[in-house]
């Protein structure tokens, strides 16, 4: 059943989910396709290390149904080399202003203040921080551009890997560090109808957590905002796939049990496999 922490923000919040707007999101479950110009990522580091790269892979994932493209200059596994903030601003604006006009919403996937400015200057719609706006300058850069923005869960220590993080329940805890998120961005002059929340597969959290978070998706809806969930070839999957070095139909049927926990955004490298699940759970549970 509900946990208290969930009735105890639904309760105090008593707002509805404002999914509406003319957000990707509004119409069902969205997709977005992650579009890496990093050499190191942990799935497709390196593939699209030139801009004719990285918009050829832009316009094939719009093509194959791609409602958002998320533009990251920085890989975020653990261990990854920090990356300077010219460099990453090098890395995707000159990505995401070839992109810009392409039938999709961009987001910048960075933690870092002046790589969102750049990017939204050069014409990025949303700003992806896995830090969940962590940043003072961020929240402050969000309200000043006045656009949506991914609040994800993750630990505000470097994740490692090999320590247990001791959660007393994974959903309740992360339930309560977004709502602590959510409330320093609206003291910020953020409205939380422009922000989405996500979970943070996979950041700090083990896959049996990874696995709870993904089952009980649908009560981070009592936050009041959108919910985005990103669980693409991530290792969560690596005991559950017949080849551990290939986690897409694992990936697939999470994005399936994704939207039909209501899922608003599912963030994904494989955009026509995705889509076809996002579809296939709509056409089941009858929303479309
Ligand atoms: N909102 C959100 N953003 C994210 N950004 C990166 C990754 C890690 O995946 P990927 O970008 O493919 O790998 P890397 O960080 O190595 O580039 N996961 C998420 C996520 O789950 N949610």
Request: charged residues 25%; proline residues 5%.
């Amino acid at each position: 059943g509900r946990s208290s922490v969930v009735a105890a923000l639904t309760d105090a919040l008593d707002i509805g989910v404002d999914a509406g707007g003319d957000h990707p999101w509004a119409n069902g479950t969205a997709v977005m396709g992650i579009l890496n110009a990093t050499p190191d990522s942990f799935h497709d580091g390196g593939e699209y290390d030139t801009v004719e790269r990285a918009v050829a892979r832009a316009e094939t994932m719009v093509a194959e149904g791609a409602d958002i493209v998320d533009v990251g200059g920085e890989s975020t596994r653990p261990g990854a080399d920090p990356v300077p903030v010219e460099t990453e601003i090098d890395r995707v604006v000159p990505v995401i202003e070839a992109v810009a006009g392409l039938d999709a919403q961009v987001s910048v996937d960075t933690r870092k203040p002046p790589v969102a400015r750049a990017a939204l200057e050069a014409g990025a719609d949303i700003v992806n921080d896995v830090t969940g706006l962590s940043d003072a300058a961020m929240r402050r850069t969000v309200a000043e551009y006045d656009v949506p923005a991914v609040c994800m869960h993750s630990l505000a220590a470097p994740v490692d890997p090999n320590r247990s993080y001791a959660y007393d329940d994974v959903v309740d805890d992360v339930l309560e560090a977004l709502s602590e998120r959510l409330l320093l961005a609206e003291r910020a002059g953020i409205d939380r109808s422009q922000l989405v929340v996500d979970p943070g597969l996979g950041f700090g959290k083990r896959s049996g957590e990874s696995f709870a978070l993904l089952d009980r998706l649908d009560e981070f809806h009592a936050l009041g905002c959108p919910v985005m969930v990103g669980h693409s070839h991530k290792s969560m999957f690596a005991d559950v796939a017949t080849d551990p070095d290939d986690r897409l139909a694992a990936t697939v049927a999470a994005t399936a049990l994704a939207a039909e926990r209501g899922a608003d955004v599912v963030r994904v490298h494989d955009v026509a496999p995705n889509a076809d699940a996002v579809r296939t759970a709509a056409r089941t549970i009858g929303e479309e």
